[in-house]
């Protein structure tokens, strides 16, 4: 029997078949979603950082016309017990290797001893419209007593803080060290030393749509359907089921059309449970869309680090050791525990061979909302640090940063590399595949080279004009297990069914899918059925973040299609009446190799397949046709680019204006170039916005000052330059399709890629910038400080 294995579709550039519904408006969001007799919440929320919460008055809310049900935070504990550690666990491996320590937190669905960070949810109303909720939420009453408010991480660590969780006696919630070689050594011996202090900002994901939540619960059955904006719909049945007392299999968990995630919708939140178990109290359907302050003020923040770190080299720029020891504000909650951190530490090395690399990492418990996974999760961190030492040894050995890194760069002929570290998975961290020195040589060739651009700076220059150059290299670890699923049916009509715990949110998985099981069984795309983020479609399913539902999703598509095309091509030879291994997949069935025209259809196998008296199948072969795959990966595949800039800076303004932006990337086999371009576009808007506009700031009582998209800047159409892509394919071993992820790639580098490129244009000023965001003010500061040094 003959499998296919030609590619007509994997590497096309296919148009998304989700956007025929999506820019036609008849895409289905959480806010478009409504059920009979449905009601609406609203959450009454903490309007200080930090204080006990003495009492919670609900009296007037619940007289107020249209009300149907209020709870406050003490009446909930009293009700239910709290949820269990929800937190992604560490790998046995990992923690034998690691030395570390910490303490988990378990956010309670509503505050009742103390409310943790404005915005944080005290009690729920809920009311017959939305409107009458809110006002009736107005009406609650909550009697505070103050306490001292943490916002300054690094004061949080000292002992004579205020602490935010009190049964630990601490705010330092997080500790690990990462250590390899023998960094003393390395720094005695070394001729050259410097050291910086970095921070890189806090700011978020802020998707189109917000978070929201619908619920209702059946009586009948003891069942309860939950559709969420959410990132994990089998996440969200897991923790359900447990804080409900259901078993899984009676709770449904889907997610519609979902506008925008990057990982802020990517971990459970309260409101997901505390919705649900409403429903259930009430007996009808309930409703809660978070609006945008909302979102600002209890949606997951992120980034947020500040590196202190030490780099000893030689007079050629090699790295001969670096240490770091940094912290992590993780807000009053940490949702998903380590990882951030984590990928910071290893992807400090990216595509360089450090011998002697030491870190330690703590994360701080602060009065602010949680820090969690966005687009890049502790990667841009890595990258500002690594990147912007790269720049530092160039200055200080008066080499081009790229001379520099390219002295520091892994070999393409030394691939695979072994990095002498675990990954979070615990497994030893081997760079695949890739060629590193080729994606600077493409991105530096992109912008005209480095000899060309010192040429037109210093012409710039002369005319009284600031051109800067800034590159940033990194390498992403993408498809990190533990797993996903797929499940592979032969419809009865011969249209090949697909679906997996993955969960869209934008990417265009469904056109991705369709591409590669197209491939795999020799059919149309238009004739695969996918569907997506749905518990009652799959029982067991992971979901989506941290680039890797392309990687895993599309292998257990491959295994569980390769196990059922056995079946198929059996049942097909038995009806075609010629021996198994004379057949193939072939348009839309399966023939006899070698004689056009005999064949017979995918839907007259199905047929054949069912149960019941003989109808083709050929004894000793079971009815149906449907295989299901938890694809385990064995580890982490690499993604890598270098992004690279030329800004020119108004020393009068500050105002940065990108001139020219080129990327050069390389994530293995490209499924589809187009939806690729996107990905790494959206992306890269998104780092910009991060390193020129977004940021969250916080006053010394804890409270937010940017609550609104008046005063938090998001970039526009007009802020974005053009991008010129290069793509590079290096496919990896560690998957049948050699696919490695993209997702969130992207967004890492362009924090660090204009910190260079201002201090490169600023150079004669004196002027470092080793702190995001970028702003104008900041710049004319230094200007004008250097010029005073002159």
């Known amino acids: 029997m003959t499998i296919a294995t030609e590619s007509r579709y994997v590497g096309k550039p296919m148009v998304r078949r989700e956007d025929k519904r999506l820019l036609t408006g008849r895409g289905q969001y959480i806010a478009d979603f409504t059920l009979p007799r449905m009601l609406h919440a609203a959450f009454v929320r903490s309007p200080v950082a930090h204080a006990r919460i003495k009492s919670v008055d609900l009296s007037a809310a619940r007289a107020a016309p249209g009300v149907v049900y209020a709870l406050s935070g003490p009446e909930l504990a009293k009700i239910v017990p709290p949820v269990s550690d929800s937190q992604l666990s560490l790998p046995a491996k990992w923690k034998s290797q690691i030395q570390h320590k910490f303490l988990n937190p378990q956010q309670p669905m509503l505050a009742h001893d103390k409310a943790r960070h404005v915005g944080e949810a005290i009690a729920i109303v809920v009311a017959e419209s939305r409107y009458a909720a809110e006002d009736a939420a107005e009406l609650v009453a909550v009697d505070f007593e103050p306490l001292p408010a943490v916002v300054d991480a690094e004061a949080a660590l000292k002992p004579d803080s205020a602490v935010v969780h009190e049964q630990y006696k601490t705010n330092t919630i997080g500790e690990f060290v990462l250590r390899k070689g023998d960094v003393d050594t390395a720094f005695a011996r070394a001729k050259h030393k410097l050291r910086r202090r970095f921070h890189h900002h806090r700011y978020a994901a802020i998707p189109m749509e917000t978070r929201g939540v619908v619920a209702t619960y059946d009586e009948r059955t003891d069942s309860m359907t ?71 003020i209890s949606a997951c923040h992120s980034r947020d680090q500040i590196h202190e770190i030490e780099v000893a080299f030689d007079d050629q720029g ?78 200080e050995l008066k080499l081009e940063p790229d001379e520099v890194r390219r002295r520091n760069m892994i070999r393409a002929d030394e691939m695979p590399y072994a990095m002498g570290v675990p990954y979070r998975d615990g497994q030893p961290i081997v760079y695949d595949s890739g060629d590193f020195p080729s994606l600077l040589a493409k991105a530096l060739s992109a912008l005209g080279g480095m000899g060309a651009f010192r040429k037109r700076q210093r012409e710039a220059r002369a005319q009284g004009r600031y051109l800067g150059f800034g590159l940033g290299c990194y390498t992403e670890g993408t498809g990190v297990g533990p797993f996903e699923s797929a499940t592979v049916r032969v419809d009865p009509s011969g249209k090949i069914y697909v679906t997996s715990g993955a969960c869209p949110h934008g990417q265009g998985m469904e056109t991705i899918f369709a591409q590669i099981v197209a491939d795999l069984w020799s059919v149309d795309p238009a004739d695969v059925v996918v569907q997506l983020a749905d518990t009652s479609a799959i029982a067991i399913g992971f979901g989506t973040m941290a680039s890797r539902s392309t990687v895993t999703g599309s292998a257990a598509m491959h295994d569980a299609s390769r196990r059922l095309q056995k079946k198929v091509l059996a049942i097909g030879a038995n009806l075609l009446e010629c021996a198994a291994g004379d057949v193939e997949l072939r348009k839309g069935g399966v023939g006899i190799i070698g004689v056009p025209g005999k064949e017979i259809s995918l839907a007259k196998i199905a047929h054949a397949a069912r149960p019941g008296w003989d109808n083709g199948r050929p004894q000793g072969v079971e009815a149906g046709l449907e295989e299901t795959n938890y694809w385990e990966p064995p580890t982490v595949t690499w993604s890598s680019a270098v992004h690279a800039a030329i800004v020119e800076v108004d020393i009068g303004t500050g105002k940065v204006t990108i001139d020219k932006y080129a990327i050069a990337h390389d994530c293995g086999t490209v499924v589809n170039p187009l939806l690729l371009d996107g990905q790494i576009v959206g992306g890269a808007a998104q780092g910009l916005g991060g390193a020129l506009l977004e940021e969250f700031n916080y006053d010394a009582q804890g409270q937010l000052l940017t609550g609104s998209l008046m005063d938090y800047l998001l970039p526009t159409a007009s802020d974005i330059p053009n991008f010129e892509l290069i793509h590079q394919s290096s496919p990896t071993p560690l998957n049948p399709l050699g696919v490695k992820g993209v997702g969130e790639g992207g967004a890492i580098s362009p924090p660090v890629v204009i910190a260079n490129a201002v201090s490169d244009a600023l150079r004669e000023f004196g002027a470092e910038f080793n702190s995001t965001p970028i702003k104008p003010e900041q710049i004319v500061r230094a200007v004008r400080a250097g010029a005073a040094r002159r």
């Open 226 to 296: 939950i559709w969420s904006s959410t990132q994990v719909v089998h996440w969200v049945r897991k923790e359900a089921a447990t804080m409900l007392g259901i078993p899984e299999a009676r709770i449904r968990s889907v997610a519609l059309d979902v506008g925008g995630g990057f990982g802020v919708k990517g971990h459970v939140y309260p409101e997901d449970l505390l919705i649900p178990f409403v429903a259930r109290a009430i007996g009808q359907p309930v409703k809660w869309i978070e609006d945008r302050h909302e979102h600002l």
């Open 318 to 395: 090699h790295i001969l050791g670096f240490r770091n020891d940094y912290v992590v504000d993780c807000g009053a909650w940490n949702p998903i525990g380590s990882g951030i951190a984590y990928n910071t530490a290893v992807h400090m090395l990216g595509p360089y061979k450090f011998q002697d690399f030491s870190v330690r990492a703590r994360i701080a418990a602060t009065n602010k909302v949680a820090n969690a996974p966005y687009r890049g999760a502790g990667r841009p961190e890595a990258a500002l640090v690594t990147e912007r030492v790269m720049d530092l040894i160039a200055q």
